[in-house]
């Protein structure tokens, strides 16, 4: 490797490693709201994770110190804050064949989300005529 390469590759190690001590605070500092840690998925966005969880960009951005970035990567973890206490609801009766997943996935709204909201330990105990509430979300 020549020196050029050499003096770059630690240039861009020590930003690397700036950055992330930069960053680590503003996480840990929100440590105390975190109801739960979401490891960033190929194809996830910070929408589609806020809509999964029953929050809003705005709230996964302040909760894990991101100011107004909106870039997620792979691997990357996030903090999500719980609380649905403002969060508008719809109700959903279960019908035959219905599962947990599937309901999530028809709603957009994860399987843990629905698990915590309605009380559930087991999920694959729901039965027929239980009604689940759903949170929903403004466009």
Same mark, same amino acid.
């Given at each position: ?5 050499? %003096?770059?590759?630690?240039?861009? =190690? ?10 680590? +605070?503003?996480?840990? $500092? ?7 840690? !979401? ?7 910070? !929408?589609? %994770? ?12 302040? %909760? ?7 870039? =997620?990567? $792979?691997?990357?973890?996030?903090? %999500? ?6 969060? +508008? ?11 947990? !997943? ?14 915590? =909201? ?22």
């Amino acid at each position: 490797m020549n020196l050029k390469r050499l %003096i770059l590759l630690s240039l861009a =190690i020590v930003v690397i490693t700036a950055l992330m001590v930069v960053a680590a +605070p503003a996480q840990r $500092a929100n440590a105390a709201t975190c109801s739960l840690q !979401y490891t960033v998925q190929r194809g996830n966005t910070l !929408y589609g %994770i806020a809509r999964m969880f029953g929050t809003t960009v705005a709230d996964l951005q302040s %909760i894990n110190g991101m100011a107004a970035e909106t870039r =997620i990567w $792979a691997g990357q973890k996030l903090c %999500i804050r719980l609380d649905y206490s403002d969060t +508008p609801m719809t109700t959903y009766t279960v019908q035959r064949g219905d599962t947990l !997943y599937s309901i999530s996935r028809r709603t957009l709204v994860s399987v843990d989300v629905l698990m915590r =909201i309605n009380h559930i330990t087991n999920p694959n105990r729901i039965y027929v005529g239980q009604v689940l509430l759903i949170p929903t979300y403004s466009s």
